[in-house]
């Protein structure tokens, strides 16, 4: 289904986008509505006694929020601020407010909770409901942040400052709203936000991040291996995130021959998924990763990720925030 609704929504306009046309005016008409009953305040938006941060997208599949949430936490933990982390637990179990620790299991809390919590180590909690996971991390903590990994659509939530990322190869697809297109929103949402951001490029004129990849990490040995020392090999990359384009451009560029096995975004991998591959190198990402941790395979390596603001964004951030937050940038 992933693969049906990408080939309708990047590509040039076709049959299927004219077709769904209806729906996405209907949608238009019901978001539009939905706002305008948060702006007469007919709708209740919950206000918090410390700054919201949002980081988000307004539109479907991966921009990278989470890699980005991960350097902007560890910008402010490295500030010296408390901080607190939301996420969405997309396609976890759970219906309650999770606070995660080390033997929280991705199935309940979601893929994303957990490896927010494990490259950050901030007090973060895991539920679809943005409100509540707010109100009992604030209950239980004393934090002076709280940063929502997506949320930009949730607007019963109160938010002081956000931020929405665009991936630089996808923008906004064909430009149409769901289901005729990718936009979860209008493009001039993006207007309203504190700073938009441009990622996965490197432009030193407009406010943008890069993907940094430092090479691979083998589960078992611990050993780290640039890209270079397999290159002419034969490995397998298994994935289930959104997009694999940035994965696929670095081995391609130093000429490592792969089998990709994607997965659709979220897959709740079981490790089955491993048993019909040959025995060679196998390519994860930390996302799914942190669904397999009790695997001891020493042919599982696992691609060390991160993102990078450009000095026109860091700059920006920590004018901003020094002034929302209270800290010397």
């Not at 637990?89 to 991705?106: F, H, L, R, T, V």
């Not at 030193?204 to 040995?221: E, P, R």
């Not at 384009?245 to 096995?261: A, F, G, Q, R």
Request: proline residues 3%.
């Amino acid at each position: 289904m992933d693969k049906f609704f990408n080939n309708i929504w990047y590509s040039k306009f076709n049959f299927f986008s004219l077709l769904f046309l209806p729906l996405s005016l209907i949608y238009l008409i019901t978001i539009t509505i939905r706002r305008y009953l948060y702006q007469i305040k007919l709708f209740q938006i919950t206000k918090f006694n410390v700054p919201i941060i949002i980081v988000g997208n307004i539109s479907l599949g991966g921009s990278g929020k989470t890699p980005f949430c991960i350097w902007l936490i560890n910008y402010l933990l490295s500030r010296g601020l408390k901080v607190g982390v939301i996420s969405s637990g997309y396609k976890g179990a759970s219906k309650i407010p999770i606070i995660i620790n080390e033997q929280s299991d991705p199935k309940i809390v979601g893929d994303e909770a957990i490896l927010l919590f494990e490259k950050t180590n901030a007090i973060t909690v895991s539920c679809g409901n943005r409100v509540h996971a707010t109100k009992l991390l604030l209950d239980t903590f004393n934090v002076d942040v709280v940063i929502h990994d997506d949320g930009i659509q949730h607007y019963s939530l109160n938010r002081d400052y956000e931020i929405i990322l665009t991936d630089h190869d996808k923008l906004f697809g064909n430009g149409y709203l769901l289901p005729s297109g990718p936009l979860r929103e209008l493009k001039s949402r993006i207007l309203r936000a504190n700073i938009s951001v441009l990622t996965n490029v490197i432009n030193d004129k407009i406010y943008a991040t890069s993907s940094i990849n430092n090479g691979l990490q083998n589960i078992v040995t611990k050993e780290i291996k640039s890209f270079d020392y397999f290159r002419n090999k034969q490995v397998n990359l298994v994935a289930g995130i959104a997009s694999i384009k940035n994965i696929t451009n670095i081995l391609d560029h130093y000429m490592i021959n792969y089998v990709s096995h994607k997965f659709d975004d979220h897959h709740h991998f079981s490790g089955n998924e491993f048993n019909s591959l040959t025995n060679k190198p196998i390519f994860l990402t930390s996302k799914d990763y942190v669904k397999l941790s009790n695997l001891n395979d020493s042919n599982i390596w696992v691609i060390l990720h991160e993102v990078i603001p450009n000095n026109l964004l860091l700059e920006k951030i920590k004018e901003d925030l020094s002034k929302l937050l209270k800290y010397e940038n």
